[in-house]
C-alpha cells in the first residue's frame, strides 16, 4: 500500500491547484458577504413610500415613477461601485486571470441576488398581498423591490441585478488592461 506524500500531490498537478481553487473560493466569499452587506445597507438607506389600499389592492400615494424608482436607484448606486471595487481588487491578483474572470462574474452575479434577497427580506412585506384583507383608505407602506409596485410584477425581473456584474466586469477589466503601466510610475528622461 503506498501513501501519498506532498511531494507526490504536487508533481501530479494537485498541489498546484490550491492557490487556484483558494483564489476562487476567496473571491465568491468575499462578494457573497459584499452582496449581504450591500443589501443591508440598501435596506437601511432606503425609506419605504406609502400607499393606500383600495378594493384589496394597494396603490401608491403619491403615484408616479419617481416615487416607485427610489429603490431601484439606490440598489444601483450602491451595486455598481462595490462591485468595481471588487472587480479592482480581484484583479490585483496576478496570474490565473481566466479563473479570476469566471469567479468575479460568478461572484458578482451572486452578490446581485445576495443583496436583493438580503434587502428585500428585510423590509417591509409587499403591499399588494396584505392589501388584500384591508380595508379601503388604509394606509401602508410599500415594499423594498427593484420593479415598480404593480399588481402583476415580479419584484425582482429587473435588469438593476446586472449592475454588480457591470461593475466587477469594469473594475477587473480595467485593471487587467491599465495593468502594470496604468498605476506605475513613468520615468522622465
Known sequence: MSTVTHESLEHTGVGSQRPLLRRIVLVLAAFAVAGASAGLLWE????????????GRW??????????????????????PLGLLLGVLAGLWRHHETATLLAVLVGAGLAGVVMY?????????DPQALAAGQPD????????????PDPDRVPWHSTALVAFPAGAMTGLVGTYLLGSRGFASRSRG
Request: aromatic share 12%; hydrophobic share 45%.
Open 44 to 55: 437601511r438607506l432606503w425609506e419605504p413610500p406609502t400607499g393606500l389600499t383600495y378594493q
Open 59 to 80: 396603490f401608491l400615494e403619491p403615484a408616479g415613477p419617481d416615487v416607485s424608482f427610489e429603490g431601484i436607484a439606490l440598489f444601483v448606486l450602491i451595486a455598481f
Open 117 to 125: 434577497a438580503v434587502g428585500s427580506s428585510l423590509g417591509p412585506a
Open 137 to 148: 383608505y388604509t394606509e401602508l407602506p410599500g415594499g423594498l423591490g427593484l420593479t415598480a
